[in-house]
């Protein structure tokens, strides 16, 4: 079992930078690929970036790729989610999530999930 908690959202402008953490409870999460999803009132669950577990490989989704980062420190257990460059339409709530694949791009594929954070920014 892993408990997965968010942190670092928050009202931003456009243009402005934040950086979500995700902590995992256990010993184990090395052992898990991390990615963060998102999801507005309405829509699926988007699929935002993903990194593999001992983080060698990362995907991004295209609409964040060269202004989001995926990182991880399995020391810590935890992975971060760097936003630069926001946009309006980022505004949503960011989940992160852990699958015990190497690292996976759909919901379907993760088995763990946070509470999410909100993210809102204003242009």
């Known amino acids: 079992q892993v408990q997965l908690v968010e942190s670092g959202g928050g009202p931003v402008q456009a243009g402005d930078s934040l950086r979500l953490s995700c902590a995992a409870s256990?010993?184990?999460?090395?052992?898990?690929?991390m990615g963060w999803f998102r999801q507005a009132p309405g829509k699926e669950r988007e699929f935002v970036a993903a990194?593999?577990?001992?983080?060698?490989?990362?995907y991004y989704a295209d609409s964040v790729r060269g202004r989001f980062t995926i990182s991880r420190d399995n020391a810590k257990n935890t992975v971060y989610l760097q936003m630069n460059s926001l946009k309006p339409e980022d505004t949503t709530v960011y989940y992160c999530?852990?699958?015990?694949?190497?690292?996976?791009?759909?919901?379907?594929?993760?088995?763990?999930w946070g509470q999410g954070t909100q993210v809102t920014v204003s242009s």
């Open positions: 990194i593999s577990r001992n983080g060698g490989s990362t």
């Open positions: 999530a852990a699958t015990r694949m190497i690292v996976a791009g759909s919901p379907r594929e993760y088995d763990y």
């Open positions: 256990g010993r184990t999460f090395s052992s898990y690929g």
